[in-house]
């Protein structure tokens, strides 16, 4: 089946620093990819919708300066936090779709210290 | 604005019954996608159904099934004689853009379903 890896598993980053999440679909090509937030034992929120080869769309409420997206390839989607805050502390997840299915990697764990 | 309710906070079955989990949403928009994820213990999504607001057909995959009713907005899932392995929240979600998932995209609170052997 279709794979979606995301990469680093788990983060931990000071206060002000930028963190680089990677978001690959492993067997497939994907033009469209998600990025979501899920915080501690709480529903998920979709941050922006990654369209390779243009800009992201991101949903309402979601700061684009902070949480830059570039989809650059059709296997490939970057999330990057810029000066991260504790607050930014939160289980970030990708997807990648093929056809009308998503397929999800297996989320990245962000702390801030 | 959009809103998903999952009035259902947790359920706790035993294997091999029947569970219905209830998705009730609100929008204003005439065209929207609903769709159903999964999320196990281990943390990793997936994705079950996604259903367009012109299409109220149910829809059967093995032993889950959806209800799609507008004239109640609601879209229930249903699982049949239920496995442990079914044991996970469960999250409805709405989007009001047929054309960009991107937009307006809701997730409700989540259920979570608990198998007991």
């Known amino acids: 089946g279709a794979v979606v890896s995301q990469h680093p598993s788990w983060v931990i980053c000071k206060s002000g620093t930028s963190v680089k999440i990677e978001c690959r679909s492993l067997?497939?090509?994907?033009?469209?990819m998600f990025w979501y937030r899920q915080f501690p034992k709480q529903s998920l929120m979709l941050m922006a919708t990654?369209?390779?080869?243009?800009?992201?769309?991101?949903e309402q409420g979601v700061e684009k300066d902070k949480f830059l997206i570039n989809h650059a390839s059709l296997t490939l989607s970057t999330l990057t936090v810029t000066s991260a805050h504790p607050e930014d502390s939160s289980f970030y997840i990708c997807?990648?779709?093929?056809?009308?299915?998503?397929?999800f990697g297996p989320g990245t764990r962000l702390t801030v210290t | 604005a959009q809103k998903v309710t999952q009035a259902q906070t947790e359920i706790s079955v035993v294997e091999k019954e029947d569970v219905t989990l209830d998705c009730v949403y609100e929008?204003?928009?005439?065209?929207?996608?609903l769709f159903w994820y999964k999320q196990p213990p281990s943390g990793e999504l997936v994705f079950l159904i996604r259903?367009?607001?012109?299409?109220?057909q149910n829809e059967i995959s093995g032993r889950y099934s959806w209800n799609f009713q507008k004239s109640t907005s609601s879209f229930n899932f249903t699982i049949t004689a239920s496995q442990v392995v079914d044991s996970a929240v469960y999250f409805c979600?709405?989007?009001?853009?047929?054309?960009?998932?991107?937009?307006?995209?809701?997730f409700g609170p989540g259920t979570r379903l608990s198998v007991l052997p």
């Open positions: 979600a709405l989007s009001e853009a047929l054309d960009n998932y991107g937009q307006n995209f809701v």
């Open positions: 997807s990648a779709m093929l056809g009308y299915e998503q397929y």
């Open positions: 990654s369209n390779e080869g243009s800009k992201a769309t991101y």
């Open positions: 259903r367009n607001s012109f299409d109220e």
């Open positions: 067997d497939f090509q994907a033009t469209t």
């Open positions: 929008t204003r928009d005439t065209t929207y996608y």
